[in-house]
């Protein structure tokens, strides 16, 4: 029988009483089955022949997660319906945008990396509530809710509105359709799974303990830092070890709580090798041998420490968004190691394999409708050759454009998921 990092997993509706009915999950790939609690005796027990049935899977707001607790998954049971805001908030009569004037996203990417990170390697799970409007979602909703979920290494159970329930059990054509749709997406996102288990590739460490009044500048740091395209990695005070520097161009400490003496050493060292460090003052306080920098900033007070520098928040954390966009800017772009041109709603999430010698980027566009305009990914890591993978498809190769210092892939039209592999010539 499949391991829970196995299981796919269906919520089974409860309106299909009949056993027969298993019958609709053939050939796959779907092997894992949470049924409610309401379900007929004969149901369950020709389920249970077949399916994996876990009963104790609990579902629970991230705030409220015991993350060490013992369990067979990590079950975020408040995760977001991935979609455009906008779209989903206009027949309440108002528009959300961000501070650009650009649509909101309400995307779990941000939120799967932390449970990722705090939550000791377990498989995770998320679910939401459905739209307000899910009788009428296309089929292409349900479809980025499980491309948004596996692109970060997770699963979505698949679940179905009450009435395309209803259309499937009774072989509505339109109803088997769509469930064939979400049958095969299923599928190939199988077939892909080793690839969508690679570690997030970043230059920025994010550290904070996601509890008490942390919680939310951190939880919206994250948020924000997704959505502007800045990569990162994820640390908690009480758990950090050294290696996890590895790589980062710079941290953004964001408690507002004193740093424990290994931590506020470790961040000591990685200043003064020429890393930056961002935090307020009071966790500051830890750094010795700081020299202005000469520099000037609004929010920041800017140090020398070593060949690196110390930022110090003239205030305590009140914009996460101008938080988001201080760390990237401050850290400078130039350490992005892949950059997004004419993204508009797209999401990318930046993985690579073991050894680093393949990079795997994952793009989710978020208006489940393919641009008119031209999307072109950029790095400048040495890049031999690339291919994309789009929803559904086998790979195909696609043309690299050089140009001095950099290396760009033109996109295709991208309707509700695509990744880039690049193989890069040396480890970045």
């Not at 395309?164 to 088997?176: H, I, K, M, P, Q």
């Not at 959505?227 to 507002?256: H, K, S, T, W």
């Not at 966790?283 to 110090?312: I, S």
């Not at 966009?325 to 709603?345: P, T, W």
Request: include cysteine.
């Amino acid at each position: 029988m499949p391991t829970p990092a196995d299981w796919i997993p269906f919520e089974w509706p409860s309106a299909w009483k009949d056993a027969s009915l298993l019958k609709l999950l053939e050939p796959g790939p779907l092997n894992c089955l949470l049924l409610p609690p309401e379900a007929p005796a004969e149901l369950r027990a020709a389920a249970e022949k077949r399916f994996e049935c876990p009963a104790g899977i609990v579902w629970r707001k991230a705030g409220e997660m015991n993350w060490r607790e013992p369990g067979a998954v990590i079950a975020i049971g408040d995760a977001v319906w991935p979609d455009l805001a906008q779209r989903s908030r206009e027949n309440a009569g108002g528009l959300e945008a961000g501070p650009t004037g650009a649509p909101w996203l309400d995307a779990n990417g941000w939120l799967i990396q932390m449970a990722h990170s705090r939550g000791g390697g377990r498989p995770v799970w998320v679910r939401s509530e459905p739209p307000e409007d899910a009788a009428r979602l296309p089929v292409n909703a349900y479809l980025l809710g499980l491309h948004e979920a596996c692109a970060y290494g997770a699963q979505r159970p698949v679940w179905l509105a009450p009435e395309l329930a209803a259309g499937v059990a009774s072989g509505s054509a339109a109803a088997l359709g769509v469930w064939e749709k979400i049958l095969a997406a299923a599928r190939w996102q199988a077939s892909r799974r080793v690839e969508n288990a690679w570690a997030p590739f970043a230059r920025l460490l994010v550290i904070s303990d996601f509890t008490g009044p942390n919680e939310y500048n951190a939880c919206e740091a994250l948020n924000l830092a997704a959505r502007r395209g800045l990569a990162f990695r994820i640390a908690e005070p009480g758990r950090f070890r050294p290696e996890q520097l590895g790589g980062m161009r710079a941290v953004l400490y964001v408690d507002a709580q004193p740093m424990a003496a290994p931590l506020a050493a470790a961040m000591q060292g990685f200043a003064e090798r020429g890393g930056l460090v961002l935090a307020m003052k009071g966790p500051a306080e830890a750094f010795r041998n700081l020299m202005p920098a000469g520099e000037t900033h609004a929010r920041f007070e800017l140090f020398q420490c070593g060949k690196g520098r110390v930022a110090v928040s003239r205030k305590e954390w009140d914009d996460q968004y101008l938080l988001a966009q201080d760390a990237h800017l401050l850290m400078s772009r130039r350490y992005d190691a892949v950059r997004l041109f004419n993204a508009g709603s797209l999401l990318s999430y930046h993985t690579a394999a073991p050894g680093g010698g393949r990079w795997l980027v994952h793009l989710l566009n978020y208006t489940r409708t393919a641009a008119a305009h031209q999307v072109s990914l950029q790095t400048w890591a040495p890049v031999k050759g690339a291919r994309i993978y789009a929803a559904g498809e086998a790979g195909r190769a696609v043309e690299i454009h050089r140009e001095t210092g950099r290396a760009e892939v033109y996109l295709p039209r991208i309707e509700l998921y695509a990744a880039v592999e690049l193989e890069i010539a040396s480890h970045a």
